[in-house]
């Protein structure tokens, strides 16, 4: 056995599909969830123009001076560290959700839709060329404070997909199986292999790390996603993750609190408990979603170490 101590690097993914509305952000926050459960430090950094995973974590009428905008449309004065807001975990004033490890949350910005723009206008003098570097250039200020960095990115390929894909090492996919969505996945794949193949990309190939299936209401779709296992993603070599997250109603109620799924499992106050009549079946679906995100956790470490 090697006497040498290594640090483990800090994984860098991003759960991308260019389909919208199939879960990428709820996958998000409920993965992150779970790994600070587990004791990690992780980093969300929303770069959708909707700001979908800030409103839910801190509230729609929640505002931050500093956003993920702002770092990317003029990096050389605003620096990565400085736009962190403290969900979960020692920090958090927020939430008192009891986690070991951390949430923090890079915060989403309408203005994501303009940054190239604002970008090549502020050009001179910024340490980095292109738009599509300030990812990774915000990364490297930042290694060390975290485990895990989840990219959250809206659903069609821009400047900020791009810059996203040109600094993480894997996407997860997170699938809902029907017809639409094999499109999506094939414009994905399109896309990832274009961004591979750029000589400034020599250095750095980003892979599929593996689909995830979401939002499964029928027993149809369970099929549909066993047969795409077999067939479509065996030839591509891309692996899905065991645990098929179904479409589930307690959502509904851990919206309002800004709660993830898991949260739910331990009785914890900020969750609006449902309905007695209602009970039963909620119950139900939740218990399945909860024990799949924690083996989807599992499962995610295992894949993504070492790259
Ligand atoms: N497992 C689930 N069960 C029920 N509803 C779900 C589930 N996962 C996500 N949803 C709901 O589906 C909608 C879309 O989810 P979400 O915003 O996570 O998708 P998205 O892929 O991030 O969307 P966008 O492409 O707009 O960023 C939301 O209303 C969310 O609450
Ligand atoms: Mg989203």
Redesign the pocket.
């Known amino acids: 056995m090697s006497s040498t101590t290594s640090v483990n690097p800090m994984i860098v993914e991003a759960l991308i599909?260019l389909k919208?509305?199939?879960?990428?952000?709820?996958?998000t926050i409920n993965l992150a969830f779970e790994l600070a459960r587990m004791g990690k430090r992780v980093l969300i950094g929303d770069f959708?123009t909707?700001e979908?995973a800030t409103d839910y974590l801190f509230g729609a009428d929640c505002h931050f001076p500093l956003t993920l905008y702002n770092f990317m449309a003029d990096p050389r004065n605003v620096a990565l560290r400085d736009i962190i807001q403290p969900y979960a975990g020692p920090n958090a004033k927020r939430t008192s959700l009891q986690v070991s490890g951390c949430i923090d949350v890079l915060p989403g910005d309408a203005g994501l839709g303009f940054v190239a723009e604002e970008f090549y206008r502020n050009r001179v003098g910024q340490p980095i060329e292109f738009v599509h570097h300030s990812v990774r250039y915000g990364i490297e200020q930042i290694r060390g404070l975290y485990d895990i960095f989840l990219a959250d990115p809206?659903?069609s390929w821009n400047a900020v997909t791009d810059a996203i894909v040109h600094a993480i090492s894997g996407v997860v996919v997170?699938f809902t199986p029907e017809p639409m969505v094999f499109n999506s996945m094939k414009h994905l794949l399109k896309a990832i292999s274009s961004s591979n193949a750029r000589t400034f990309r020599q250095d750095h190939q980003t892979m599929i790390h593996g689909i995830v299936y979401?939002?499964c209401v029928s027993a149809g779709q369970r099929k549909i996603a066993g047969g795409l296992k077999s067939a479509f993603l065996q030839e591509l070599h891309i692996q899905s993750f065991t645990p098929i997250?179904?479409?589930?109603d307690v959502?509904m109620n851990l919206?309002p609190a800004r709660l993830p799924l898991g949260a739910y499992l331990t009785e914890h106050p900020e969750v609006i408990k449902p309905k007695a009549s209602s009970n039963d079946m909620i119950g139900t679906f939740y218990q399945s979603?909860a024990d799949d995100c924690k083996r989807f956790a599992e499962e995610f470490l295992q894949v993504t170490q070492g790259h």
């Open positions: 599909n919208g509305g199939v879960g990428k952000t709820t996958t959708d909707q979908n809206g659903p997170p979401t939002k997250f179904n479409f589930t959502l919206v979603d």
